[in-house]
């Protein structure tokens, strides 16, 4: 274990109570500052799961989260500080507007007024918000309600990123827009640590893959080594056949 | 501590509650409506307190002469005055007030002219005018006013009278001696006084109550809870702001929304002269502030436990009617309360402001401040146990992995803003029916009574009455009066039977069915299913109410509680007709709450919140009787919960009508015990207190269902219902 990994998961499990089977089954990997790595599994997998543990929105059953050197139980507030989480189930207050949900969260972070407001007009210029910051969130498309969301969940800067389904429901422009600014960040020296289950967006960003099947990490390596691992000349071939010899029917 | 953080915080859940831009429910409006009304009867009272004393006047001459001369009797009829009575009171002794004081109070005089005996024929032989006294009521803020009617213009035009009379001058103008003593049992308060005590102690404090408790519910529900369904919470949870932070700044700003309206109502009514003014606001602030908090904070951990704002306002809504029940308790001892309740929170917060308001009682300044003390500490507790539950994944995330969150309610749940708005309905609709109807019911026998003397001694009796238990007692006295004429009977039985079919009509115009024999099938969705067993289902229902009111009788005699003193057997006729009003009334108020409501919110929501709510309901529908206590209302509660988990365990409603019906008749017209308050005349047997029995055991004055007799026979029979139930599941689900 290395000990610059911005992300370390170790051996982490995790049950909802005590009736139920487990539905993280000792995953371990870790994530370096300027790597984006990508965890790749079917609906149902554990992906979510797994986020929101590394987001310390819960708690590992057994094991152990580090950030940044942080336990994920102990010092979750101060991890708070250092990790932006991006998921589609944390929504905007349909109500609020994107300038005043700004405002609000850049108070929650202590950032200064006038430092928020400079970094506001830069952030929302890079999205093409500007145009929209007065409007309810309920009247915006999904694509800049996502654009808003990215907007607000980096108001911090933070060096770790946790992206849940970054493009799921998003038209091809403002996907590839979501895209090119992730690569942008990685370039920055973050480390991303992205879900999905959709393979471009796998083979394009990330530099490293973890293949989650029923709670475990079934294969991990960049899409390279895990196609030739495998035999074959394609990556989705090679996911396909991993996921066959993994998956158990319960 | 992040002072921003909690500022952002707080600005978010006052904004959440509107501010004051709440939406305009039935609710609102209905409550800044009773507001103004209430507000512009103070005012009115203290600025014009002679209208609304003559409201119940009905003439303000009402003029008493004793040992009249000839001469004054032609003069009135001359001027055309009308006295109280024709009689002519007689009398000696001149100086004996407290007979003139019982002639006032008997008669519904206010001043009493007294002359002296053979008046005419002292005058007519030329002599002095001998002393004529003047007796009059200081209880009444009219009687002044009478008084000096009487000087003025009637003795002086009557001795103008007797000086043409007799053809000669005599002495210009007697001497008029004028004695104001008031009758001693009366409270030395004019009506207007009355009234103003009434609102300060009663009215005001309601009014505050439920405009705090329905701001925060407002906006209460609507963060944490509503920000976990919309899916917005995990978003704070994941800034760096420590979860009491969180709280913090939630609960002052659910408190400064549900403050803000109380705070504009408590300015207003200080400004009324009468009260305390600017030095009692400054006191009632910090008890005002205090109760804010704490329903607020409530509120919270309400929020903290809920999912959506459905289940946390499905949440409130017990705490809602609990606190609506002991604000009623309270009205009901308004200005008796012992000095324990003033430092129990809730209790002490609406004696206290009452108390403040009037600025009659400086112990409530004193205890006050011990009550604050108490509900700041539980304010702190609740606050910790938000906090606590907020370090736990299950109130925080419901996030679960895709495929997990998809057992979203699929069986058509009814939607957030619904919810309250249907409850609402289910409340009002026995509440409306019965005011109707009951009303309507009693308008026959009103009419009957108005030409009797006992009716003129009733309303009598009633101008001293200044406080709302008061009213209330009186209102019950006439009650119990009613109760015993047949024709009352007859028409309230005739009024349940309309009831029942108003709600038929109103299921068959509601509730469309297709297919074959529709009233039957209505009949059956109200509860009375028609099968071969209806019968025995009735009658058996008929035992097991009088076997339930005998164990209650024998409980209480056989503990010293009442004393069996014999029978009447001269009553019998009366209490066999009795029977015809309790009839329709077991089946119909079944019908209401065990019929239609619990099957029907059961629908909209679960078993457990129906069983609650409806058993709540019924519990409340009782607590303007007489005698209503706290501990009434948990008894009627058990009653209610009794009676539903039976209709629930039978499919319908033919076993507790028929129970309820018999509890009912045994109890008053058999045993000779209270019903819910009211007192019935004709019973089988006479039954009494005992000297040294205990109200906590047998009800007081509300009866047996106020006392802990009655606890004792339907706890063990809800736990014996609850275990079968959970054994072998509900029988007949056509209810259901």
Redesign the interface.
């Known amino acids: 274990m290395s000990n610059n990994a911005a992300i370390v998961v170790d051996n982490v499990f995790k049950r ?1 109570s005590k009736n139920t089977p487990d ?1 993280i089954k000792g995953v371990s990997f870790e994530v370096k500052p300027g790597e984006v790595y990508g965890l790749l599994g079917p ?2 997998a ?4 797994l986020m ?1 543990m590394i ?5 590992p059953s057994s094991g152990q989260i580090r950030i940044c050197g942080l336990d994920s139980v102990k010092d979750s ?2 991890i ?2 250092k ?1 932006g ?1 991006l ?1 589609t ?6 109500l609020s507007t994107p300038d005043k949900l700004y405002d ?2 850049a ?4 950032i200064p007024e006038q430092e928020a407001a400079i970094k506001k007009e830069t952030s929302f210029a890079t999205f093409g918000i500007g145009p929209f910051s007065r409007k309810k969130i309920v009247e915006l498309s999904t694509g800049m309600k996502q654009k808003v969301s990215i907007a ?2 980096l108001i911090h800067e933070p060096p770790v990123i946790i992206f849940d389904e970054p493009t799921n429901g998003l038209d091809i422009l403002t996907s590839k827009q979501v895209t090119d600014y992730l690569l942008g960040l990685k370039n920055q020296g973050r480390a991303i640590i992205l879900s999905t289950h959709i393979f471009s967006v796998a083979e394009e960003l990330c530099d490293r893959i973890g293949i989650l099947v029923d709670g475990r990490i079934a294969a991990e390596g960049t899409r390279e080594e895990l196609t030739a691992s495998q035999g074959k000349d394609k990556f989705e071939d090679a996911f396909f056949k991993i996921y066959q010899e993994n998956h158990h029917e319960p | 501590m ?1 002072l ?2 909690i ?3 707080a600005h ?1 859940a006052f904004r959440n509650s509107g501010g004051l831009k709440t939406e305009g429910t039935a609710l609102t409006f209905i409550i800044l409506l009773s507001f103004a009304i209430a507000y512009i009867l103070v005012l009115v009272s203290y600025v014009f307190p002679w209208r609304l004393y003559s409201i119940w006047e009905d003439s303000p001459n009402t003029l008493l002469v004793i040992n009249e001369p000839e001469t004054f009797g032609n003069y009135l009829d001359i001027i055309g005055l009308p006295r109280t009575n024709s009689d002519h009171f007689q009398t000696d002794a001149y100086y004996d007030f407290s007979y003139f004081e019982e002639l006032m109070r008997s008669r519904g005089g206010i001043v009493v002219l007294v002359f002296p005996k053979g008046f005419d024929e002292t005058v007519s032989e030329g002599g002095e005018i001998p002393e004529i006294l003047t007796y009059c009521r200081t209880d009444y803020l009219i009687s002044n006013k009478t008084k000096d009617n009487v000087k003025d213009s009637i003795l002086k035009g009557y001795l103008g009278y007797v000086q043409d009379l007799n053809g000669k001058t005599v002495a210009l103008y007697p001497p008029v001696e004028t004695a104001t003593y008031g009758t001693p049992t009366a409270p030395q308060t004019d009506m207007a006084t009355g009234l103003l005590r009434f609102a300060a102690q009663s009215l005001i404090p309601l009014i505050l109550f439920v405009s705090i408790l329905y701001a925060a519910m407002n906006s209460g529900t609507n963060i944490i809870a509503g ?1 976990k369904e ?3 919470f ?9 979860r009491l932070q969180i709280i913090l700044g939630d609960l002052i700003g659910v408190s400064m929304g549900s403050l803000l309206p109380a705070l504009i109502m408590t300015i207003l009514v200080f400004l009324i002269p009468s009260y305390s003014g600017i030095a009692g606001f400054l006191v009632a602030l910090p008890l005002l502030i205090s109760l804010v908090l704490l329903i607020a904070s409530l509120t919270i951990l309400i929020s903290v436990l809920s999912d959506s704002v459905v289940s946390a306002q499905t949440a409130f809504l017990p705490l809602f009617f609990i606190m609506v029940t002991i604000c009623v308790t309270c009205i009901q001892n308004a200005g008796e309360a012992s000095d324990i309740y003033y430092l129990i929170p809730i209790y002490g917060h609406f004696y206290g402001l009452g108390g403040i308001i009037c600025n009659n009682s400086p112990k409530a300044v004193l205890y006050s401040g011990i009550c604050i003390i108490f509900t700041l500490l539980i304010v702190a507790a609740s606050v910790y146990v938000c906090v606590k539950l907020l370090s736990s ?1 299950r109130y ?2 419901n ?6 969150r998809v057992k979203a309610p699929a069986d058509g749940k009814i939607k957030a803003k619904s919810l309250p708005g249907f409850i609402l309905n289910q409340a009002w609709y026995p509440l409306v029916i019965l005011s109707i109807f009951q009303t309507l019911a009693m308008l026959p026998v009103l009419v009957k009574y108005t030409s009797t003397s006992a009716f003129a001694e009733i309303v009598n009796s009633m101008r001293g009455v200044t406080t709302f238990a008061g009213v209330l007692k009186f209102s019950f006295d006439l009650l119990g009066l009613f109760l015993s004429d047949p024709l009352f009977i007859v028409s309230m039985s005739a009024g349940y039977l309309l009831m029942i079919l108003c709600y038929l009509v109103m299921v068959c115009i509601r509730e469309k069915l297709e297919g074959k024999h529709k009233i039957r099938r209505h009949m059956a969705s109200l509860g009375f299913e028609l099968t071969k067993g209806t019968a025995g289902k009735y009658f058996g229902g008929v035992l097991l109410g009088i076997s339930l009111m005998s164990l209650v009788y024998l409980i209480l005699n056989v503990t010293g509680q009442v004393r069996y003193e014999g029978i009447n057997k001269d009553t019998i006729g009366a209490i066999l007709l009795s029977l015809l009003m309790w009839l329709p009334q077991g089946a119909c108020e079944e019908l209401m709450f065990r019929g239609y409501m619990l099957p029907r919110i059961t629908k909209k929501t679960n078993k457990i919140f129906a069983f609650f709510l409806s058993s709540a309901l019924f519990s409340l529908l009782h607590s303007m009787n007489a005698g209503y206590t706290p501990m009434a209302s948990v008894n009627l509660f058990l009653i209610a919960l009794l009676f539903a988990l039976i209709s629930y365990r039978s499919g319908s409603i033919w076993i507790t009508s028929g129970a309820h019906t018999a509890w009912n008749f045994c109890q008053g017209n058999f045993y000779g015990l209270q019903v819910s308050g009211n007192e019935l005349t004709t019973a089988f047997i006479k039954t009494t207190y005992t000297a040294n029995h205990s109200d906590l055991i047998t009800g007081g004055s509300f009866g047996p269902e106020g006392g802990l007799a009655v606890t004792l026979v339907t706890l063990p029979l809800i736990v014996l219902l609850l275990v079968l139930i959970k054994r072998d599941g509900q029988k007949a689900d056509r209810l259901w």
């Open positions: 909802y539905i609906n149902g554990g992906k979510t799961t929101q987001s310390t929105l819960s708690r507030l101060e708070h500080k990790i989480f998921t189930e944390i929504k905007l207050d349909p609000f969260f108070s929650l972070y202590s607000i969940s | 992040n921003k953080a500022k952002t915080l978010k920000e919309r899916g917005t995990a978003a704070i949870l994941l800034s760096p702001v420590p994944e925080t995330v996030l679960q992995s895709g495929d997990d």
